[in-house]
């Protein structure tokens, strides 16, 4: 019986990012042309079984509200940035995922009233 010591196994793996083609675009459209008319109840099932048994990507809620990628970036842009000390946020955060819409709530609260409204 032969003993090794130290021996190594190195595995390497290229990744090469390559810009789409029009061929690459061409059969993208072509795989996703099907409308949902000339798709079968059998194919539609599995497409939704699988869609809903997927963790990371949940089932959005029929009352969900979208808006457009202009609409996020104004919104994006017109966001402020304020010093908050850490103990503060970190309260914030244990209590809570809406911990930045709770801190927005008070502070709309506490902020004051424009004489001209």
């Known amino acids: 019986m032969t003993e090794r010591f130290g021996a190594m196994i190195v595995r390497q793996q290229a990744v090469i990012r390559t810009q789409p083609t029009a061929e690459d675009w061409a ?8 409308t949902l008319e000339e798709m079968t109840p059998e194919e539609d099932a599995a497409i939704t079984a699988d ?3 997927d963790p990371d990507n949940p089932p959005v809620d029929d009352n ?6 202009d609409e996020m970036q104004a919104r994006l842009k017109s966001r402020t940035r304020v010093a908050v000390d850490r ?4 309260r914030f955060r244990r209590a809570g995922d809406d911990w930045e819409e709770r ?15």
């Open 64 to 69: 969900a509200e979208f808006m457009s990628w």
């Open 87 to 90: 103990d503060v946020v970190e």
């Open 27 to 34: 059969d993208a459209r072509r795989k996703t042309s099907k």
């Open 51 to 53: 869609a809903l048994s």
């Open 103 to 117: 801190i927005n709530a008070i502070l709309r609260e506490a902020a004051p009233t424009d004489a001209a409204e």
